[in-house]
């Protein structure tokens, strides 16, 4: 019972996250229009990339503050590298 309870739950994550996806696309593509393998290609994959790269940054600035990478420049043309 409760596996079965934890796995509903888990699977209604994963349906609001996919519903938060969909709504943060069309809110920046207010007249996009596709089917489901274009929803799924498109809007969904460009959604989990964002989170990833905004993801990435706080990991990247962490790891920075902590003093594990270096970061040579600022803003998009930053490059990291391991501190030396």
């Known amino acids: 019972m409760a596996d079965s309870s ?8 994963r349906e609001k996250q996919l519903e938060q996806a ?10 996009a229009m ?11 994959m460009r959604q989990k990339v964002r989170v990833d790269i905004e993801t990435l940054t706080r990991a990247l600035e962490r790891m920075t503050d902590r ?3 270096e ?7 930053a490059r990291y590298r391991l501190k030396k």
């Open 71 to 77: 970061r040579i420049g600022s803003g998009e043309s």
């Open 6 to 13: 934890n796995e509903q739950a888990a699977e209604n994550g």
């Open 67 to 69: 003093g594990l990478l």
């Open 34 to 44: 596709d089917t489901l393998e274009g929803i799924a290609e498109w809007w969904i």
């Open 22 to 31: 969909v709504v943060s696309y069309l809110h920046e593509h207010p007249h």
